[in-house]
């Protein structure tokens, strides 16, 4: 069975570009998560779905960060502009369920914004 | 605020010896607690978890914890460690309730040296 896939694993872009990120969770899980882990940091969650409702989007920068989820299922992330202090690894994580069952992490997109 | 606290963020160790992680936590109302390992480069994977029921968890890998309800521990334990353990550790916590956010901490790197 295939795990969350994430792409891309790596993307490089000046500041002010603007940039995004896929993700296509577990198949039949009906909740995806988008987090950002900075480093040396844990992961901070930035927005939770479920199905295609953003239940919880409080720590997502809505000045500059959006993300959707339109049929429930694959996801984007979406940057712009890009600014230097968004330099980090995101992550996008899925569940079946409530999130105190086991959510699968993807590899993560490592940004660098030069 | 509820948190998540990693007081050590490298503990080194020599090949089959014991160790443990430390991990505290704010409150134990309602509480969930999670081990994820990330290996470099990867995605976060599931150890373990404490939901419910008995007090001490065992996970994949020879790895267990304990929760401490009492002292908000939830420290991470292996008999022996091999170089392959090499990785950083985060513990992660959910409380009930409406925003059932995971919260994680900033992270524990395990040096198994020969």
């Known amino acids: 069975e295939a795990g969350v896939v994430q792409s891309p694993r790596y993307k490089i872009i000046e500041k002010k570009q603007p940039v995004a990120f896929w993700c296509n969770p577990i198949?039949?899980?009906?909740?995806l998560y988008w987090y950002r882990q900075n480093l040396g940091q844990g992961p901070e969650l930035l927005i939770r779905?479920?199905?295609?409702?953003?239940?919880?989007d409080s720590q997502l920068p809505k000045d500059r960060f959006s993300a959707e989820r339109l049929k429930g299922v694959d996801s984007t992330l979406k940057i712009q502009p890009a600014e230097l202090g968004d330099s980090a690894v995101y992550l996008c994580?899925?569940?079946?369920?409530?999130?105190?069952?086991?959510?699968?992490f993807g590899q993560g997109t490592r940004l660098t914004v030069v | 605020a509820q948190s998540v606290t990693q007081l050590d963020s490298q503990v080194p160790v020599f090949e089959e010896a014991p160790v443990e992680l430390r991990c505290n936590y704010s409150?134990?109302?309602?509480?969930?607690l999670f081990w994820y390992v990330q290996y470099p480069n990867q995605g976060l994977q599931l150890l373990l978890k404490?939901?419910?029921?008995?007090?001490l968890v065992k996970g994949i890998n020879g790895f267990e914890a304990e929760f401490n309800k009492s002292q908000t521990s939830f420290h991470l334990r292996k008999p022996s460690v091999h170089i392959s353990d090499t990785a950083e550790y985060f513990c992660?916590?959910?409380?009930?309730?409406?925003?059932?956010?995971?919260?994680f901490g900033t992270g524990t790197l395990l040096a198994v040296q020969p």
């Open positions: 409150s134990s109302v309602s509480v969930y």
């Open positions: 994580a899925s569940s079946f369920g409530q999130l105190n069952t086991e959510a699968f």
């Open positions: 198949s039949g899980h009906n909740t």
């Open positions: 779905y479920e199905n295609e409702e953003a239940v919880d």
């Open positions: 404490y939901l419910s029921g008995s007090t």
């Open positions: 992660a916590v959910t409380w009930g309730g409406a925003t059932n956010k995971l919260i």
